[in-house]
């Protein structure tokens, strides 16, 4: 087993002059293209902090110190606790933890292999399946749940997400109403509110803005409702090569940083310290059709680099990879997530969500492609770990005792380490001959990810909120899970 919260300092794509450069280029993006911001509230704000707004235009441009001194406000490192110690999840640096993503709007049934609508039953059980997943370190919701209505959606998710999994929760809001619903539902299982702050065991992810440079105002509330609580956010921004950013690398970097240190500044106005997570999702289009590309190799790059971006700003990163754009759990969607995961692991990305479960460009998720996943996770993480170098590992006095021509087999030295955590061992990887493979029914990787998972989901599962305020939660709420 390979812990959580191991460091990835083993890759940087970009020289310090060029993430200077980067910066730089950011701050005079906001500086003298700004932000179109369609809010007189929102306007208001900006204006009072000090930054130059035009109302006619209704674009906010915002000079390079008052950036500074504001993104300086925001903490270096955040917690997203679990609702239990071992879950907690310290963010910032280059402490590596990954996780699951969202928001797909189909899923793959485990038992027909079938493409159909997602239900809240999903949602429950993929979070059970990913309180059971070693190496799948928090849970955000990754289904659209179909069968709930729009008013009540965010609520039952985030309720049958604190049904299924003691691990952290994050999710979006449909707007600020349901923010400050769910972070009540949340308090009542903390406690109070305060208690809820002071171990957020939820936290918000917020696509606040629509790339190039124009805000979503609706989701903006959810932010500022959020940010007043001073419940942890996610500033979500995924501008996509030659589309809605420019189509090089480093144009789509650029403007990136420049979004994410506008919505970490608005968070800091709203509330100073408000925990926020620099959020880039970084894609690449296709560029003969111009649809979105999840797997593609320089999806990766950008989020690696973007890691280094964020570390320059000392703010925590919300970072993506894991993503493909294969239909089915099959080869190119284990070399596309492995590529990817692999890159922005070794370069210490924080919350690495969408490594577990995606498929077909976050349309999609499958049961199995979790239990594959956390295998791939735990592979990268085992990259992490590194080589230990010391007296008992470099193994000289075992060299001497079996000598030329000897064997370690019966070493009791190669006992040891045979069952530690020097050898990352797959759970659901076929190692066996391939006789022994045969007697055994020759499966392949999927199927023998969807028996692990039909093992976790048919587990007795506990009730994770205590009955009372369980009763007390239902009362107060529209909760459609049984």
Avoid at 229 to 246: E, N, Q, R, Y
Avoid at 307 to 314: D, F, K
Avoid at 451 to 464: D, K, T, V, Y
């Amino acid at each position: 087993m390979c812990k959580a919260g191991l460091i990835g300092d083993k890759y940087n794509l970009l020289r310090q002059e060029e993430i200077e450069k980067i910066h730089e280029s950011s701050l005079w993006v906001l500086e003298e293209t700004g932000v179109r911001v369609d809010d007189d509230h929102l306007l208001t704000l900006f204006e009072q902090a000090g930054a130059a707004v035009d109302r006619n235009d209704r674009v906010v441009k915002l000079p390079p110190r008052m950036v500074e001194e504001l993104v300086g406000m925001a903490p270096g490192e955040v917690l997203l606790a679990g609702r239990n110690p071992e879950n907690d999840l310290l963010l910032g640096g280059r402490r590596v933890y990954l996780g699951t993503g969202g928001a797909a709007i189909h899923i793959l049934d485990l038992d027909t292999g079938k493409l159909r609508d997602p239900i809240l039953r999903d949602q429950y059980n993929l979070a059970w399946l990913t309180e059971n997943l070693e190496n799948v370190h928090f849970y955000q919701c990754p289904v659209v749940c179909t069968d709930i209505p729009k008013d009540v959606l965010s609520i039952n998710s985030f309720y049958a997400a604190l049904a299924g999994t003691r691990k952290s929760v994050q999710e979006s809001a449909t707007d600020s109403q349901a923010a400050q619903d769910i972070i009540e539902m949340a308090a009542m299982i903390a406690g109070d509110e305060e208690a809820l702050r002071e171990r957020p065991f939820i936290s918000f992810v917020t696509s606040w803005m629509i790339s190039p440079l124009r805000l979503d105002i609706g989701t903006s509330r959810v932010l500022e409702t959020a940010a007043s609580h001073g419940i942890p956010v996610a500033l979500s921004s995924a501008p996509v090569t030659g589309s809605t950013a420019p189509a090089t690398l480093a144009g789509l970097l650029t403007l990136v940083h420049a979004e994410e240190l506008f919505g970490i500044t608005l968070a800091q106005i709203v509330r100073e310290g408000t925990p926020v997570l620099y959020g880039p999702v970084p894609a690449v289009a296709n560029m003969r059709t111009m649809a979105y590309l999840g797997g593609a190799v320089e999806t990766g790059m950008m989020n690696a680099a973007a890691v280094q971006m964020a570390n320059y700003i000392n703010v925590p990163i919300y970072s993506d990879a894991g993503q493909t754009d294969s239909k089915l759990p099959d080869i190119q969607a284990g070399y596309e997530k492995g590529a990817n995961i692999l890159q922005v692991a070794m370069a210490g990305g924080n919350y690495i969500h969408h490594s577990a479960g995606m498929l077909e460009s976050m349309l999609t998720v499958a049961y199995e492609q979790f239990v594959i996943d956390n295998d791939i996770n735990g592979m990268a993480l085992r990259v992490l770990q590194g080589i230990k170098v010391n007296d008992d590992t470099l193994s000289l006095d075992v060299i001497k005792a079996v000598g030329p021509g000897g064997n370690y087999l019966t070493q009791r030295h190669t006992l040891k380490y045979a069952r530690s955590d020097e050898f990352y061992i797959p759970a659901g990887a076929d190692r066996d001959s391939r006789v022994d493979w045969e007697k055994a029914g020759g499966k392949d990787a999927r199927e023998r990810a969807r028996e692990i998972a039909r093992g976790i989901l048919n587990h007795e599962r506990p009730q994770l909120i205590p009955s009372e305020i369980d009763s007390q939660i239902r009362r107060r709420f529209d909760i459609r899970l049984p």
